[in-house]
C-alpha cells in the first residue's frame, strides 16, 4: 500500500480508505491510485457500493499534499480520468458512493465527499475550501457546491474560506447524518448494508436520472428520461416483475439484477 490507498472488500460492499500519516494528504500518485480504485468499483458486476473514508480521527482528507507539490508536482498534473481524488468530474459512475467523514475535510478532500452520494460526518468534523487564501481556484468545489446548497451560502464559504462545522453542514444538507466521534464507518456500513440487499438495476437508474437531468426543466427532463438505457433496463427487467410478485406474496424479493 505504498500511494496510500487500501481497499477492502466486505461482501458486495467495497471499502476506500486514504490511509497517508500523517494527514491523509493526496500526492499524483494517491490520486491516480484513487482513480484506478474507482474504475475497478464501477467495472466489478460484484461490487454495489463503495464507502470512503480517511485513517484516524482527526483528518479525513486536506486534499492536494502540498509537500508534494513543493518537490515539483503541479496542480495541473494528469490526476486520473475523474480528477484530483478520481470524483471530481463525471464519469458514469452509476453505483452508490458513501463518505464516512472521520475528521478534518478541505480543499481536495472537501471536493471527494462532494462527489459522493450519501454524507456520513462525525461530529467534530470539519469542511473548508480554503484555496483562497493561497490564490488557488477550487474548480471542483465552485462549481458542485452551489448545486448543493444555497447560492449565498455557497459563494461566501468559497470567497472567505472560512470553516463549516457538522451541525452546520447537517443543516445545509450537505450530512446526511452526524454522530459521535468514531462512529461514521459503523453508520456507513449499516447504510451500504441496506443498498447492497437493494435493487441492483435501480441505483444505477437513479444515478444516471439524477445526472442527466440535473439542469433540465421538469418536462424535457421526462423526455431525457424515456431515452437513458439505465431507466429502460429497469422497465424491461425482470426484477421489475419479481419485485410485484415479492408484494403481492408478502415476501421478500430476491433480486436477480437483470
Known amino acids: 500500500m505504498t500511494d496510500g490507498i487500501k481497499v477492502e472488500h466486505n461482501g458486495s460492499v467495497l471499502e476506500i480508505t486514504i490511509d497517508r ?5 493526496i500526492d499524483l500518485r494517491a490520486s491516480r491510485r484513487l482513480n484506478e480504485v474507482f474504475d475497478e468499483f464501477r467495472d ?15 483528518f479525513f482528507s486536506p486534499g492536494w499534499d502540498l509537500k508534494a507539490a513543493a518537490a515539483g508536482e ?7 480520468v475523474g480528477g ?18 472521520n475528521g478534518i475535510a478541505c480543499g481536495g478532500g472537501f471536493e471527494i465527499v462532494l462527489g459522493t452520494d450519501i454524507i456520513v460526518m462525525e461530529e467534530h468534523a470539519r469542511f473548508a475550501l ?19 446548497i444555497p447560492y449565498h451560502v455557497a459563494v461566501e464559504f468559497l470567497m472567505t474560506g472560512r470553516w463549516m462545522d457538522a451541525t452546520e453542514a447537517k443543516h445545509w444538507g450537505l450530512a446526511n447524518h452526524v454522530v459521535a ?6 453508520k456507513a456500513r449499516e447504510i451500504a448494508a441496506q443498498l447492497a440487499d ?32 439505465g431507466v429502460q433496463r429497469v422497465v424491461r427487467s ?3 416483475k419479481e419485485g410485484t410478485r415479492a408484494f403481492a406474496q408478502k415476501r421478500k424479493p430476491h433480486w436477480s439484477g437483470k
Do not use: C
Open 21 to 25: 500519516p500523517t494527514a491523509n494528504a
Open 198 to 229: 437493494g435493487p441492483p438495476l435501480l441505483f444505477p437508474a437513479i444515478k444516471q436520472l439524477l445526472r442527466h437531468t440535473e439542469m433540465v426543466a421538469e418536462h424535457a427532463a421526462f423526455e431525457v428520461h424515456d431515452s437513458l438505457d
Open 238 to 240: 425482470e426484477d421489475l
Open 74 to 80: 503541479k496542480s495541473d498534473e494528469d490526476w486520473g
Open 130 to 148: 480554503p484555496e483562497i487564501n493561497v490564490g488557488v481556484l477550487a474548480d471542483a468545489g465552485t462549481i458542485k457546491l452551489r448545486r448543493r
Open 84 to 101: 484530483f481524488g478520481g470524483l471530481n468530474y463525471p464519469r458514469n459512475l452509476n453505483k452508490p458512493i458513501i463518505a464516512a467523514v
Open 44 to 58: 466489478d458486476a460484484a461490487l454495489r457500493v463503495a464507502i470512503i473514508t480517511g485513517a484516524g480521527e482527526r
Open 181 to 186: 466521534k468514531g462512529q461514521a464507518m459503523a
